[in-house]
Structure formats: C-alpha cells, structure tokens
C-alpha cells in the first residue's frame, strides 16, 4: 500500500511559478515509478509528467514546454513538480501518481493516486 499526499498548490498570477510536493509512505514506495497528472473542469484527467525509479529518466507532456521540471527524492520519498511559465490554461487539480510502469502519458496504469491539489492560475 502506498500512500500519496500532495501539497503547494495555490492561486497565482500568469508568468509566475509553483513548486509542488508529494510525499509518500508505505514500504514498497521504491517499487514504483511516480508522475503527475492534472483535470481542469469539464476536462478528462492528463499526463503531466514522469519520472523513473533513480530520478535518470524523466518524462513530460508536449504542452509543458520546458516549462515543468519533475525530481525525487527518494531518502525522503517525496516527488516534486516545479511549474514556471505558468498560464490561465495550467489551471487544475494536480494529482500525484504512482504506478509500477513508466508514467509516460495518459494511459499509463497507474495504481496510487493522491487527493489532488488545486492550482489556479490568472490572467
């Protein structure tokens, strides 16, 4: 069982950045690869980013852009998204993943979510 508890969402400005953070327990976290995904309302739930068991290999959505930057951390097992860039269009719950494929798009199995946090971003 692993658990998934996201924070650092919040309502900013466009052009500004956000750093968010997912921390995760339960003894088999290291078995997992870990990502994130976001659902803006009315949307369908989509790949954001991925990032692979040792943090070499990362993996992002066309629309990041060289915006989003995805680390772990895996002595403190959390997993973070640092956003910059951010736009009206960014706007959503992001949710925090864990999955025991490579979390490289929308169809990725994915077997932990976490709650989600709302990010918010004005024009």
């Known amino acids: 069982q692993v658990q998934l508890v996201e924070s650092g969402g919040g309502l900013v400005q466009a052009g500004d950045s956000l750093r968010l953070s997912c921390a995760a327990s339960?003894?088999?976290?290291?078995?997992?690869?870990m990502g994130w995904f976001r659902q803006a309302p009315g949307k369908e739930r989509e790949f954001v980013a991925g990032?692979?068991?040792?943090?070499?290999?990362?993996y992002y959505a066309k629309f990041v852009k060289g915006r989003f930057t995805i680390s772990i951390d895996n002595a403190k097992n959390t997993v973070g998204l640092r956003m910059n860039s951010l736009k009206p269009e960014d706007t959503a719950v992001y949710y925090c993943?864990?999955?025991?494929?490579?979390?490289?798009?929308?169809?990725?199995?994915?077997?932990?979510w976490g709650q989600g946090t709302q990010v918010t971003v004005s024009s």
């Open positions: 990032i692979s068991l040792s943090g070499g290999s990362t």
């Open positions: 339960g003894r088999t976290f290291s078995n997992y690869r």
């Open positions: 993943a864990a999955s025991r494929r490579p979390i490289v798009s929308d169809s990725t199995p994915v077997e932990y």
